[in-house]
């Protein structure tokens, strides 16, 4: 018997893993026949095999991509994007407004990411209990360094400078920087600060004491669905130490909540999300808000969650053991988006865990530990071929995705600046997750790579348990 499948045509716009991941799930469609048009930032090994048609635009230009989208008109059913960049940018509005090809993305007016300043004046006004207390600083407002000095001074005084600064645009300035990490002396608290203000505004906000998580949830405009919780490493190194990354990789475990969070801590977060996502919508449907305009992070305190920033795409590597793991199949989540009918995504019951093997440029490694960095492996090829003959021995519970890693004209693969690949591993639990995806991370040769080792690990794990133990603890003796 001949099985007819229907064809769809998808636009992906890519930057590294999260988008390789994207393009599996679609690939892994058991209803549908999947041509893959890929606007993607580098020659990406995995994209590159899977597209019907792979153009690279490295800085991913909005007007580039539309091009490429107006070529395919007439052969793509529907787009999705997975960095921030166009999002901002508008891309949504471009292509759907000029081609009539639905995007999964927000529009450009509700991508929240673009300003940390709205975002935090949005938390105020919808739920202020979880939005911690800040202030914006910025440059139209003084008339000189010394003034805002002052003020920033005294705002430090109030808070006992346990602060976090946070530019207001995403990628401007020095970034995020959190007292007690990243400086520990007001001069060092300053000329960080600096460094955004002459950008742009500044925000400046009390640091939480407790654990991160992100909270993710795809959107129709109508329904909100909420999908597993994960934890994110953001820290460069070992310990949690080190600058702020993209994320040095991810677990999940079974279910829906992370080993040291309660049922009542999720089921606060899906309420804080849903006024939001009831803020937004304007009480009705508001399908500029189709894609993942939630996916938010968290910050666990002994009272319950807090709201530390709210981004309006995928997470990367957040979204990544979701895609591997749903029940659903995903052109059909997409296209459910895109009509508005998405109530409901099913998720099975594994753990999963991902780490990113990453070049010695990234996050300071090559300075910070250069008797560590093979220095006669810098700028050689990255051989995957051991990781991806795991399996054999693993079948679908182990994932390789290239993100940062381009194919030359030798035919091999180079790392380039950024988290050069991920490494997915599935199983009942999170320490056996953790082992299938150690054995593939070590199994990756060459571009003198490196990794985080106590991603997921047991020991860590059991500290953020004890941490909010102690949180949670805290705030029992000062109400009794």
Not at 245 to 272: C, H, N, Q, S, V
Not at 289 to 316: C, Q, V
């Amino acid at each position: 018997m001949v099985i007819f499948m229907e064809r769809v045509g998808i636009l992906v716009v890519s930057y590294g893993s999260r988008e390789a991941a994207m393009v599996d799930a679609f690939m892994r469609s058991c209803e549908y026949k999947v041509d893959l048009y890929i606007a993607d930032k580098q020659r990406n090994p995995f994209n590159l095999r899977r597209a019907k048609e792979h153009v690279v635009i490295p800085d991913l230009n909005v007007n580039a991509i539309y091009k490429f989208a107006e070529k395919h008109k007439d052969e793509i059913d529907f787009g999705i994007v997975g960095p921030e960049k166009p999002i901002i940018e508008g891309i949504r509005d471009l292509i759907e407004g000029e081609l009539g090809i639905p995007m999964i993305c927000p529009t450009k007016e509700y991508a929240l990411e673009r300003s940390k300043v709205l975002q935090r004046i949005l938390f105020q006004e919808v739920a202020p209990e979880v939005n911690p207390r800040f202030k914006v600083f910025n440059p139209k407002d003084y008339s000189g360094i010394e003034d805002v000095k002052r003020d920033l001074y005294k705002w430090l005084d109030e808070l006992d400078n346990k602060v976090a600064v946070k530019p207001d645009a995403p990628a401007a300035g020095k970034g995020v920087g959190v007292w007690g990490d990243h400086f520990n002396t007001r001069e060092e608290l300053f000329e960080h600060f600096l460094a955004n203000f002459r950008v742009g505004p500044v925000i400046v906000e009390e640091k939480i004491e407790g654990e991160e998580s992100s909270f993710q949830a795809f959107c129709d405009g109508k329904h909100l669905v909420p999908l597993p919780e994960t934890r994110d490493y953001k820290r460069a190194f070992d310990g949690d130490r080190g600058p702020n990354t993209g994320g040095m990789g991810t677990y999940k475990d079974r279910g829906y909540i992370l080993p040291f969070m309660r049922a009542e801590d999720w089921e606060e977060e899906k309420r804080i999300i849903e006024r939001l996502f009831e803020k937004l919508r304007g009480g009705g449907s508001n399908p500029n808000l189709r894609g993942m305009p939630f996916y938010e992070a968290f910050i666990h305190t002994g009272r319950g969650p807090m709201i530390l920033e709210n981004n309006s795409r995928p997470g990367d590597p957040e979204i990544i053991p979701i895609l591997a793991l749903l029940k659903n199949d995903f052109v059909d989540i997409c296209l459910r988006m895109i009509e508005g009918t998405l109530t409901r995504i099913e998720v099975e019951n594994k753990a999963a865990v991902v780490i990113y093997k990453v070049p010695p440029v990234y996050g300071g490694y090559i300075n910070a530990f250069p008797h560590l960095v093979r220095k006669d492996e810098i700028g050689t090829p990255v051989l995957l071929d051991e990781a991806e003959r795991l399996s054999e021995k693993y079948g679908e519970n182990i994932r390789i995705y290239p993100g940062s890693m381009e194919v030359r004209e030798d035919g091999k693969n180079y790392a380039l600046s950024s988290r050069t690949v991920a490494v997915l591993g599935i199983a009942d639990d999170i320490q056996r997750a953790r082992e299938i995806a150690m054995e593939g991370i070590r199994a990756i040769r060459g571009g003198a790579l490196w990794y985080r080792t106590d991603i997921a690990s047991r020991e860590h794990i059991e500290r953020s348990i004890k941490h909010m133990e102690v949180l949670r603890g805290r705030v029992q003796c000062q109400s009794s």
